[in-house]
């Protein structure tokens, strides 16, 4: 479970109710802030929008993908340098071909088809195209998700605009009863609210969430193509190790060195 993501909604949504509590009181929280009409107008016309935007497949995988803000990334690029290191040596001492068995036990499906495609005796070039290709599919996919997003919190405040210009109208043709126009002018106000608060409050925190995801999990599989090429080009462990820290940053970098001496101990 991410903290992050559930604790920045849930203190969100309380700072709005805190701000709307004690500005109207709660016992107007209903009757002024909640308006069917207009809830319909702004999240029924951005949903629809997004769906006119995209495919029926991206639009419901984009709206599955809300779920994965709320999952901490098994993501550990310290972890996986010291894995892809434990390789090196293995081939190291006894070959290429000894890494087919470590395969064998591996979770992480894009680094076990890397480690194949060695044992295989696949051209290093061919093995980098592979797994490149393979990674822009993956990156691709993570795009269409977040775009999903980018695009509903784009129609959001522009669907709040279009309810609000419908409640000015409505109370252009009522201008003749000046006791209606206070209360006119709220309620065409409020889908713009209900617009800024779908695009900020959600669409762009959870576009951004995924694009953090999506750019951690990236680096990390560029992590295991840098270390199979180099495991397949004989490169001493300690050369690869340099080289995939040079992924971190400093602070992890030391981290790693001293887990790495720790280890050595």
Not at 22 to 42: C, H, K, M, Q
Not at 86 to 110: I, T
Request: hydrophobic share 50%; net charge negative; charged share 20%.
């Amino acid at each position: 479970m991410d903290i992050a993501s559930l604790g920045g909604l849930l203190l969100g949504l309380i700072m709005i109710i805190y701000g709307v509590i004690s500005s109207a009181g709660l016992d107007r929280l209903i009757p002024e802030y909640w308006n069917f009409p207009s809830a319909v107008i702004t999240f029924g016309g951005a949903f629809s929008a997004t769906l006119t935007s995209v495919s029926l497949q991206d639009y419901i995988a984009g709206l599955k993908s809300f779920g994965l803000i709320f999952k901490a990334p098994a993501l550990n690029t310290t972890e996986m340098i010291r894995k892809i290191i434990d390789l090196s040596n293995v081939a190291r001492k006894e070959g290429l071909l000894s890494l087919e068995e470590a395969a064998a036990d591996m979770d992480e499906p894009f680094l076990k088809k890397g480690i194949l495609l060695i044992v295989d005796g696949t051209d290093p070039e061919l093995v980098r195209a592979i797994m490149e290709t393979e990674l822009i599919s993956i990156e691709g996919r993570h795009k269409g998700c977040i775009g999903f997003w980018d695009t509903l919190g784009a129609m959001g405040p522009a669907w709040g605009m279009i309810g609000t210009l419908v409640g000015l109208v409505h109370m252009l043709y009522q201008m003749d009863d000046v006791t209606t126009l206070g209360p006119a002018m709220a309620v065409a106000l409020i889908t713009t609210l209900y617009g800024s608060v779908l695009a900020n409050f959600i669409c762009i925190p959870v576009s951004n969430k995924l694009k953090a995801d999506n750019s951690a999990e990236m680096m990390l599989k560029e992590v295991m193509i840098e270390g199979l090429l180099s495991i397949q080009a004989g490169e001493n462990p300690r050369v690869i190790e340099e080289k995939l820290k040079s992924f971190l940053a400093p602070k992890d970098r030391e981290i790693a060195a001293e887990e790495g001496a720790g280890g050595e101990e």
